[in-house]
């Protein structure tokens, strides 16, 4: 029998860890959890979970990621409008809740102390924010697209954001007090979301205070990237821009979105100071509403938005951004397979987006 490569035991032993971790944080809930019980339970040492791990909050998000993406997902159900979208994301979310009384172990139990995780610290509360407010833009976006061609065009984020205000208070209510959520409840005020007008209207940012793109000629080869929207491999070489953005500034994407040309690929590049943890959260929040949008949503109707988690850096290196924190703006504009603009710091992507096209006068506006 061949011996395995350092890579290769590298990888076992981590699985290793993640399956032994999944069934201590089941049965004993992330509290009363124990690294040296998860270390047993995998049969390696505490070294070899802490040399895969840096503690015992990143291993927990790392486990319900997993759980997330490797899951199979529900069949679609697309929805023919917003109504009966957003019907089918929240029966789909609702499904999974732990709704019995008598229910105390298993996956049930094991997503229960996310939330009060991300709020114990500000280094987890903070980029949980903004991950939330790019889900909503996510799902915003896509609720724009189903609205019929008669409706005038307007912005559904902040309905988007209501839905999930509704979904996870579900899931927290659900996790306190199970047996209390009725679930038809909740995928009945999810359709009525649909209709419901907040005044939402896109404000560009004010012009004076954003910076403007410079406008440079650099080669442009980025890495293999995948969009985990649509879990295939992000489209990085055509004619759009491509946002390097850290956890803290993750809602600038929308700036993009909507100051692009249309036809143009917008990619939100995520890119963390603690790739060890906060990639793990990161993670887990955009799987979370990657699955049930792929089940609710045609596939017409998903966003012109790719996501990339990008932990070590490399595409932002490729497009000239060295050094990553979660505060992280930046912003490049490629056409023809080159980079013919860049901007930095607050206003990065509406810079970049807007820019005026140079490379071919027919370029789409």
Partial sequence: MSRLSRAEMQERNRDKVLAAARDEFSER???????????????????????????????????????????????PAPGRNAREALGALARAWVARLPLATGEQHGAARLGMDLMPEV???????????QLMKLDAILLGLALERLSPPTT????????????????????QMAAAAPGFVEPFDIVSACEQLAGLDLGDRWAPPHLPFVPQARPVDEPWSPPPAVDVIRDEPARLVGDGVVAILGLHRLEAVEEAVRAAPAGAEVTAVLVTSDPDELAQLARLAVADLRRCLRHAFPASAWPHLQVVFDERGTVAATAGVAAVSDGTEAAVRVEAGRIVGRADGRGACHSAASQEPRSRPDHPR
Avoid: M, Q
């Fill in 29 to 75: 809930g992330f509290r009363e959890a124990k690294i040296d019980i998860i270390a047993e339970r995998a049969e390696l040492t505490r070294g070899a979970v802490y040399s895969n791990f840096p503690g015992k909050r990143a291993l927990y998000f790392a486990v319900l990621a997993e759980d997330i993406v490797n899951a199979p997902e529900p069949p």
């Fill in 119 to 129: 709020l114990a610290d500000e280094r987890t509360r903070r980029p949980f924010a």
């Fill in 152 to 171: 005038p065009p307007g912005r559904l984020v902040r309905v988007a954001e209501a839905v999930l205000t509704t979904l996870h208070g579900a899931s």
